[in-house]
């Protein structure tokens, strides 16, 4: 059984606990996230589901979004834009966000060294950490690129990656 299965047979399992149904759009809107593998807004996949199913609303595909968040399998996040982007790794595997601010383009990356560091300053403040969020904005590796190294002039975000 593959990582995403395995994701979608637990959302049918969450969904059964809670006396709700697996429905065929909420099955749709369930594999298109996870086959996304990125930060999605609710909006890019109800644009990428209307391709192949016009009859999924957008405010089925909010709800879904949040169904997936309460069933651990889905975190939302805000990178300095007014709308939430849904990541589908869940929020028990924890990891940080490099952002560029030119493109929009958002790259994860884990590094246990600083795992190590949270965790050493909030053991040290009698601190129980029950989520964390580390953002880095700046330039990605292309957009730098195509500024030919020199500093990139930071605008809005375009749309992300």
Do not use: W
């Amino acid at each position: 059984m593959s990582d995403s299965d395995a994701r979608i047979q637990r959302f049918a399992e969450f969904l059964a606990r809670s006396g709700l149904k697996t429905t065929r759009q909420r099955d749709r809107i369930v594999r298109a996230f996870f086959a996304a593998g990125r930060h999605v807004s609710a909006e890019e996949l109800y644009h990428r589901l209307q391709t192949e199913d016009r009859g999924i609303g957008l405010v089925t595909v909010y709800r879904t979004l949040k169904l997936l968040r309460e069933a651990g399998l889905a975190t939302g996040r805000q990178f300095g834009d007014t709308y939430t982007r849904f990541d589908p790794n869940p929020a028990d595997r924890p990891h940080d966000h490099l952002i560029c601010t030119r493109c929009g383009k958002i790259q994860e990356f884990e590094d246990a060294s600083l795992h190590a560091v949270r965790e050493k300053a909030a053991r040290s403040l009698g601190f129980t950490v029950t989520e964390h969020k580390l953002e880095l904005y700046g330039f990605c590796r292309e957009c730098t690129r195509l500024a030919g190294g020199r500093p990139v002039r930071s605008g809005k975000a375009a749309r992300p990656v």
